[in-house]
């Protein structure tokens, strides 16, 4: 059984792990492997960020985030992150997570969501963002220093909500 | 005569006073009125960010910043922000600005620069950013509340160094 609920306090470790982890890759998040728990912290978790976990059958599965983009004027636009640990990928939690993610964001009375940094190398997850209504409407030429692959594009997404 | 140099600790009530009147006017930046001191320090004139302010014949003319657009794996692209004092708009001062800014980016190791939301009505800007070799790089649909136009899109804008 999936779940997708609010995180609470409890579940900061998890995250912080899976964090550490997915960073530790060096192909999918601009942050690396010199990331303090405080800086991940202020991202992923403490407000204006909400955090929200995903467990399947009681396991830590999977994480999103859902703040404003942009302060002010811009502060209409969603921005989100996703993580899903290793051993719960390949069943479509991307997508339950992001779309699960849409109508919080619509809740909050957001209008539409950005990704700000797709790495373009990660084609599971622009094929998972493209599926939950995202276009790509922009290129960050070589944006991305990638662990194995050297510098890479980067991706801007968006949606209206 | 002209003068840019490195900001210090004395220039921050000439830097902080335009950026109020700059945000009041709700046509450049997503930061609006409600936006505290505090925040707008953090984003112009506390490290990592490193400010300049430019002099007309002794009087401050106008300012920019330049700091890391993402960090970690994206941190050799710089991200900048620009503003002219009014009086002195009309002169070149923006690309002279962008120019300069280009020139301490490049000092500091950053291999690119990008402007993530450049209000797509403030032509002038636009102009001023291809001038100094910016390409459009991506156009954010209604990401920018204008306060007399209401919704418009903004750019994403990009060059090498």
């Given at each position: 059984m999936t779940e997708i609920r609010e995180a609470t306090e409890a579940d900061w470790p998890h995250v912080w792990a899976l964090f550490q982890s997915v960073v530790a890759a060096?192909?999918?998040?601009?942050?690396?492997?010199?990331?303090?728990e405080d800086v991940a912290r202020k991202l992923?978790?403490?407000?204006?960020s909400v955090c929200h976990v995903c467990a399947v059958d009681g396991s830590f599965a999977g994480t999103y985030y859902v703040r404003p983009?942009?302060?002010?004027?811009?502060?209409h636009v969603a921005n989100a992150g996703y993580m899903v640990n290793p051993e719960f990928r390949g069943r479509g939690l991307a997508v339950a997570l992001c779309e699960h993610s849409l109508e919080v964001a619509r809740r909050f009375g957001f209008t539409a969501m950005q990704f700000?940094?797709?790495?373009?190398?990660?084609t599971g997850a622009v094929r998972a963002w493209e599926k939950c209504g995202f276009a790509v409407v922009g290129r960050l030429p070589r944006a991305y220093r990638h662990k194995e692959k050297g510098p890479v594009d980067a991706l801007v997404m968006f949606r209206q909500l």
């Open positions: 060096g192909d999918v998040f601009a942050y690396d492997e010199s990331t303090t992923w978790f403490a407000a204006p983009n942009q302060s002010g004027r811009g502060n700000n940094f797709v790495v373009s190398t990660n």
